[in-house]
Each structure stands twice: as C-alpha cells, then as structure tokens.
C-alpha cells in the first residue's frame, strides 16, 4: 500500500515464472469453427499449443460445458479443465491481465470486453464474464477496470513500459471520447506502468474486417527492458512493409522507461506475403514466452530458423519450440493470442 492506502500493481514480464498458462477450447459455433471441418482444424491447433506449452508448466483450459467431452478426448490429462459458457477463444484478449501487488501478491485486471470494438461478426455475452471466471479459479482478486481492452492489445517489459496502439485503445467502438492521457492514467493505476509507447496503427490485414485494429502483440514485443523486438516485413511489395519502416523509426526516437533509447531487433516476417484472402499478418512476434521455453509461431517458411534464432538470443537459456500457427493466423490470430499467462506471487 502507498501512504494514501492505494495498492500499487505491476504487470510483470511476460517471462517472469508462471504458474501456469490459461487457454480457451474453441467451442462450437464460433466465428473460428464454422464448419464441422474448421471445429477440428481449430481445436487441433490449440490442443497442439497447449500440449507445447505444458512440457514446460501448468496449462489450464477454459472449455464450453457442452464441448467438455471433445475437449477430454483431444486434451492430455495433465491440462486442468475449467467449465464455463464461452463465444470465442482468444485467452489472450477475453482474460485477466495478471499484475502483482506490492507486496508480491497476484490479481487480475478485468478489462471489458466488447468483441473487439463491437465487431459485428462478433459475440460476447459469454466472453466478456471470462475475466472473473478465470480470477475465481485462480483464487486472485479482481481489479475492475472502465477501460475497454484485450489483453493482446498490450506489451509490457516489467519494468514500466507499455506498447498500446491509436486503432485500439483509441478506437470510438471501444472507448469513445477518451484521450491519450485518460488511457494511459488507467493503464498506470492497473498495470504501474510509467512509459507508454503508441503505435500509430497495427498489420494490414489485422485492420481488415476480422481483424483486432491494431493489436500490438503481433507488431512489437519487449523481451526485455530498453529492448524491442520488431516485425520485420522486408518485402516492398506487402503493405507492413512501410509500416515495418515507420514503427522501426518510432522506436529509434523513443526512450524506455529504463531512460536509455531502446535496442531495436528487427524480427523478419515469414517470406509468405498472401493467402486466399489476401495479404497475411503472419508474424513471429505472436510468441509465447512459458517457463524455460518459447513457444513460436511456425508457418514451413524459410525464414522460421532465422526468427528462432533470434528468440534464442533475445531470451537466452530457453528452449524454443516452432508449432504450425497458419490454422491459428487463418482465423485471426496467434499463438499469443490464445495464451495467457498467470504469473507466480513474488516472495
């Protein structure tokens, strides 16, 4: 507590020690299961994300109740299930944001969730109670939070710092009226940050109608203080290529909440520049850091070996394991998108 009786919170690094990793099964009738072929395509990426991520800590999974039976057959016995009605999978942005208190105790931010800036593709009837669904099975306190916010939507270093974008947290259908400042008053009161870095926009197809608008966590990352890994897109010809250019200039010119100038480590886009749909988002930032372990997005692309080695460097000491993320990119997202860490208490 400070002298005014206010608790102090803190979102750690995404790479402080887990308890574990919360995930969601991506239950029937969803926008990423619309057909009987796209429920198993979904469910078996997920399932191989979280076998991936529970060689290293716990994983518990969020499960529809009617879809507790498929998730029983396809899920190792080792991952925990917690029932609740669900509309989507994406932990990352329907969840808690996990932040210490000052005495090293966890809670969890609940921000509101309104499908992404009340997509009309979307629903969140559901989706928008996970938050204190997730904090009671933790056994954590809630902090509730006015600010309309997904959880992919922020990139934090620990130390202060915080990556948000103008397309998101700026965005009419998710915070109407509100300024800058208003925002990043709320994301200091929640999250003790102290540094805010805006991104002026998010990937091309990311904006498009399925998209988020301009989630930060498939742009930039913050593997460590003063240090920001950046997508890369090297090829003229896709329209991240320009973006590449300019947030790569913006952090140039900003500094850290260390007070030195950040570290810039381009992270190359996969060679792969379109799908069926056009243009894609795929991107190696969408990583998940788990105890001892990486969990990166692979696409059978040349450049998968050069970004883990990359990773190697930037969080030395962990091992890095490559799962297929294209059926994840395909409805929207990553393997970052569909994880969500709880930190352990710091004693």
């Not at 692309?301 to 990119?329: H, M, S």
């Amino acid at each position: 507590m400070t002298s005014d009786g206010i608790t102090q919170w803190r979102m750690p690094a995404e790479h402080a020690p887990h308890r574990r990793t919360w995930m969601a099964f991506p239950p029937v009738g969803s926008e990423i299961t619309a057909t009987p072929e796209a429920v198993d395509e979904a469910r078996t990426a997920w399932t191989a994300v979280a076998h991936a991520v529970a060689r290293f800590e716990p994983v518990s999974m969020v499960v529809d109740p009617t879809d507790t039976a498929a998730a029983r057959r396809m899920l190792s016995g080792a991952i925990d299930i917690v029932e609740a009605p669900l509309d989507d999978a994406w932990m990352r942005d329907i969840g808690p944001t996990f932040v210490h208190a000052a005495d090293g105790s966890v809670a969890a931010v609940d921000w509101v969730f309104n499908g992404w800036g009340q997509q009309d593709w979307a629903r969140w009837d559901n989706d928008r109670q996970i938050g204190r669904v997730v904090a009671a099975a933790a056994e954590v306190p809630v902090i509730d939070s006015p600010l309309v916010n997904e959880g992919g939507g922020i990139q934090v270093d620990g130390a202060g710092t915080v990556i948000v974008t103008e397309t998101v947290q700026l965005d009419p259908c998710r915070n109407p009226g509100l300024a800058r400042e208003q925002v990043e008053a709320e994301l200091r009161r929640t999250l003790g940050i102290d540094t805010a870095i805006w991104l002026p926009r998010g990937l091309w197809r990311d904006s498009q109608r399925f998209g988020t608008r301009g989630h930060s966590d498939i742009v930039a990352a913050l593997p460590s203080p003063g240090v920001v890994l950046v997508h890369d897109q090297r090829d003229p010809a896709h329209p991240d290529h320009a973006l590449s250019d300019e947030i790569m200039k913006l952090f140039a010119t900003e500094t850290a909440s260390t007070g030195r100038p950040f570290e810039v480590v381009p992270l190359p886009a996969p060679r792969v520049l379109r799908d069926e749909e056009g243009f894609v988002d795929y991107s190696y930032i969408n990583h998940y850091v788990c105890d001892n372990a990486v969990i990166l997005c692979g696409f059978d692309d040349p450049n998968d070996a050069e970004a883990a080695a990359v990773l190697a460097e930037v969080y030395p000491g962990r091992t890095i394991v490559t799962v297929d993320a294209r059926p994840i990119f395909a409805r929207g997202g990553g393997i970052h998108c569909i994880t969500q860490n709880e930190p352990l208490p710091v004693r």
